[in-house]
């Protein structure tokens, strides 16, 4: 079963910056797109970020320009590097395949607030 360990979330002010991380149990490599997601209180959960295997990205229209997506295949990790953020990003945040793996990690919380 694939295992997916989404870390590094927390509590930050609004214009602070955090660098969430994903760990893999499997080779990403074999995945061609990689992704974050997050969902927000009484929301359904939503595409942020993706990344193919070649590097070309995309993002939702509510982070480009502050949200980055990165991936280590050798380490089988996929990061999240978040500036800027605001209040509206208070959200939990997981990482999957795109179109999503069956398992999902627990996420990690990810709290802007002043």
């Known amino acids: 079963q694939v295992q997916l360990v989404e870390s590094g979330g927390g509590l930050v002010q609004p214009g602070g910056s955090l660098r969430l991380s994903c760990a893999a149990s499997?080779?990403?490599?074999?995945?061609?797109?990689m992704a974050w997601y997050r969902q927000a209180p009484g929301k359904q959960r939503e595409l942020v970020a993706s990344?193919?295997?070649?590097?070309?990205?995309n993002y939702a229209d509510s982070v480009k320009g502050r949200f980055t997506i990165s991936r280590d295949n050798a380490k089988n990790t996929v990061y999240l590097q978040m500036n800027s953020l605001k209040p509206e990003d208070t959200a939990v945040f997981y990482c999957?395949?795109?179109?999503?793996?069956?398992?999902w990690g627990q996420g990690t919380q990810v709290t802007v607030s002043s």
């Open positions: 990344i193919t295997n070649g590097g070309r990205t």
């Open positions: 999957n395949a795109h179109p999503p793996l069956p398992s």
């Open positions: 499997i080779r990403i490599a074999s995945i061609y797109v």
